[in-house]
């Protein structure tokens, strides 16, 4: 059965129980995401409490992170999702995306309008990749690829 979370105090405190312990173990988030059968977004998103594993996918994290069977079963529950608080973030990198978001917003928003017309990017039906590549000009870039679902307005 699915069961929903809506107090997200469980799934914090989960998230810095398997963040310790993938600290201890030393492992790396494609370890966890191989582990568990799926990308490595969508399990690290999951393991930080934003999304729920598959059955399966849940034990098989919770035995590699040496957790118990409740962390098990939590992993599985439909988390109350938001990872940043109200505010404007402060952690630097979460800081750029939020400022990316602000100088950009609305650029983005008037490119997929006019070539999607009225509707949204599904960040349900999303797929979310974060590579590391050469700068031409010397040291490494970001490229980060968010793929989601479009999904038009309907009138009604």
Do not use: C
């Not at 977004?41 to 040496?66: I, R």
């Not at 990316?100 to 928003?109: D, H």
């Amino acid at each position: 059965m699915v069961h929903a979370q809506f107090d997200p105090a469980a799934r914090q405190a989960l998230a810095a129980q398997a963040v310790e312990a993938k600290t201890r173990k030393d492992l790396t988030w494609q370890q966890i995401a191989d582990t568990a059968g799926l990308s490595v977004a969508f399990t690290t998103a999951a393991v930080l409490g934003q999304h729920p594993l598959p059955e399966q996918s849940a034990k098989a994290v919770a035995e590699l992170l040496s957790l118990d069977e409740d962390a098990a079963m939590l992993l599985q529950t439909i988390p109350s999702r938001g990872s940043i608080p109200g505010g404007i973030p402060t952690d630097p990198t979460i800081y750029r995306f939020y400022e990316i978001l602000q100088v950009y917003g609305t650029t983005l928003k008037a490119l997929v309008h006019e070539q999607f017309g009225d509707g949204i990017i599904s960040a349900i039906n999303f797929k979310l990749d974060v590579k590391k590549v050469a700068d031409p000009d010397g040291g490494e870039r970001a490229v980060i690829t968010l793929d989601g679902k479009y999904l038009p307005t309907k009138p009604f």
